[in-house]
């Protein structure tokens, strides 16, 4: 059980909601808010609404699948028994065939504009409210920098998208170019920063503090000259270097410490969606989504596993055999908890073939249960069960070593990459992972590129990345060559019937 209970879990509680971001918002504007708010735990709580939001990131339908499966990373091929084709919904994105009426875009895009709208909403209640307090400047800027965290999935996504900051305003909202969105949120963000809590302490635990402000900062200037035409590199190694002058956080010993069932001591997580198992059912289950159910014996779960998501044969073998960090995957002979092998448990191989995840598939149309390797990054608590609880990893969104290694590909753009190996927390990102450090020698793009998918794997980044490098267009495994219209996922079919002010992006 965690020690901590920040504001999303109060916010629940106060709620009386099993599932977070099912919060009826709604039922608030009845109720006058001098009325409403009575204390300034009131007015907490209710920031800790907008919160809630950030927890739809990590569901099957999501902006991290969305992210994941569209890129080289992961895939959710068909398996033999014709399950996970899903009518060819994880088809579409792996081989960058975007439907605008595909159910994971349109989920995806419904959880970004549903915490741009929380947090307009909480803004408004929160700015409005007579209820004064020392830190209710500090809650607002919060705010202002969460919903700047949204539109930033937002603008990398969707480019040009539906803007709209008055949470008064009942009219449709007009579509807004991503240079527009990209100067607001620069605007936004150092506006609001030097009011958000400077150092992080067990009461700002997944919140907004100064060092996820310029952590984002950061990594808007590291996407300007994709996003906007612009090269800000500079801009972001001096972002990186705010964060790193805070002194507030480090790189951890052990690589996995970051993704424990209980990470909250970790000292290089900047900005995390805490996670509960009683409070955030059904919104953290990837032990679900991609273990098979012969996998139970290993983890001691309750229930069935869908057996849908694994990685990319190739991706997996960008991991050295020395590399530590290549346990984010499960892969090779299985064991039970008390370290016996187990055997296949479905189908004519039942009890007589030794279970064995292999990195790689032989039919994408047809692939057989033990085919593919698993997610392991985040550690798997015992006694699982989808749809009584969850796991209780918090999830991180931003990292030191993000930091970092956003710093190094900035000055590497600049010509300046040899200015970090001098950087002892930079070259134990390699070390911990059992590696030798850079060296001048080691540093070009491709490197670059495959450095990031070992050290970020499975965290919603990749695509990002490819983008940036030049390479979201490649063929990879079984996908073609996709053109640059693909740099874009198109708006979902069901926004532009709801509002005639949206153009829908070249396909």
Aim: aromatic letters at 16%; hydrophobic letters at 40%.
């Amino acid at each position: 059980m965690k020690t901590i209970l920040p504001l999303f879990f109060t916010a629940c509680l106060l709620a009386g909601s099993t599932a977070c971001t099912d919060l009826q918002e709604e039922i608030y504007s009845d109720i006058p808010i001098d009325k409403f708010f009575r204390t300034e735990e009131d007015v907490l709580m209710n920031a800790g609404r907008a919160y809630t939001k950030l927890q739809r990131f990590t569901e099957e339908f999501s902006l991290w699948t969305l992210i994941e499966i569209s890129s080289d990373e992961m895939v959710a091929p068909a398996r033999d028994d014709g399950f996970v084709w899903d009518n060819g919904r994880w088809d579409e994105l792996h081989t960058h065939r975007f439907n605008a009426n595909n159910k994971i875009l349109t989920l995806a895009w419904q959880s970004v504009f549903e915490g741009i709208s929380a947090c307009n909403e909480v803004l408004y209640e929160t700015e409005t409210t007579p209820i004064n307090f020392e830190g209710k400047e500090r809650v607002i800027a919060e705010i202002k920098i969460l919903r700047a965290l949204f539109y930033y999935w937002a603008i990398d996504n969707w480019g040009n998208i539906p803007f709209t900051v008055d949470f008064t305003d009942k009219k449709l909202p007009v579509q807004k170019d991503r240079n527009f969105v990209f100067n607001f949120l620069i605007n936004e963000i150092t506006s609001n920063i030097d009011k958000l809590q400077a150092q992080p302490t067990s009461e700002y635990y997944g919140r907004v503090t100064q060092g996820m402000a310029y952590t984002l900062l950061a990594k808007l200037y590291l996407n300007a000259h994709e996003w906007i035409g612009q090269e800000m590199w500079e801009e972001a190694v001096q972002a990186c270097n705010k964060v790193i002058e805070t002194g507030a956080y480090s790189i951890e010993d052990d690589f996995f410490a970051n993704f424990k069932v209980h990470n909250e001591s970790s000292v290089e997580n900047i900005f995390v969606i805490p996670f509960h198992s009683v409070y955030t059912k059904d919104r953290f289950y990837w032990y679900t989504l991609t273990l098979n159910d012969a996998s139970r014996a290993t983890f001691d779960f309750v229930g069935q596993m869908w057996d849908e998501f694994v990685a990319e044969p190739p991706f997996v073998a960008k991991f050295g055999e020395n590399d530590l960090r290549r346990n984010s995957f499960l892969s090779g002979q299985q064991y039970d908890k008390n370290g016996n092998k187990i055997f296949f448990i479905e189908g004519p191989a039942q009890d007589t073939v030794w279970f064995i995840y292999t990195p790689t598939i032989d039919n994408y149309m047809s692939r057989k249960r033990w085919e593919g390797a698993r997610i392991c990054k985040y550690e798997y608590q015992p006694k699982l069960e989808y749809y009584v609880n969850d796991m209780e990893n918090d999830f991180a969104i931003f990292r030191y070593a993000d930091v970092l290694y956003t710093k190094f590909e900035a000055l590497y753009r600049l010509g300046r990459a040899s200015e970090m190996l001098s950087d002892p927390q930079f070259q134990k990102i390699r070390i911990r992972a059992g590696l030798a450090p850079y060296t001048a020698n080691d540093l070009n793009e491709a490197e670059l590129l495959d450095e990031f998918a070992r050290e970020f794997a499975w965290e919603g980044r990749r695509r990002q990345d490819l983008i940036r490098f030049g390479k979201w267009g490649d063929p990879w495994w079984n996908k073609p060559t996709s053109g640059p219209n693909a740099k874009l996922f198109p708006i979902p079919q069901t926004a532009l019937n709801t509002n005639p002010n949206l153009i829908q992006n070249p396909q």
